[in-house]
């Protein structure tokens, strides 16, 4: 039997900042952000204005891609899927569930 979900559940388990990140992965953090800029890791969640964080499950199933010796166009694409299924699996009432869009770039100030 199905367990329901309630609102109160989190749809991926445990959220992880870049620190967690960084000791599961063994990358410095430059370098994580060049992997997820490639494709290769999916993108963060935004918390707050400050505060990123992935899903437990996101990384752990691009680290099983990595052990299993994956090749990088088959990790880009287990990362678009699990993009994809971020985005539909947060549906509420038919409506999926979208993370926040960036805010506009201020204008340079004019002296």
Request: hydrophobic share 40%.
């Amino acid at each position: 039997m199905a367990q329901a979900t309630s609102p109160a559940t989190p749809l991926f388990g445990r959220l992880l900042r870049i620190k967690a990140i960084k000791d599961l992965t063994g990358l410095p953090q430059s370098s994580f952000y060049y992997t997820m800029a490639q494709g290769e890791f999916t993108p963060p969640i935004k918390l707050g204005v400050r505060i990123s964080a992935w899903p437990e499950s996101e990384v752990n199933a691009i680290m099983n891609a990595r052990i299993r010796g994956e090749s990088s166009e088959q990790i880009k694409a287990l990362v678009k899927r699990l993009v994809a299924l971020r985005m539909t699996a947060g549906t509420i009432g038919g409506a999926a569930w979208k993370q926040p869009s960036k805010t506009k770039p201020l204008k340079p100030w004019r002296w």
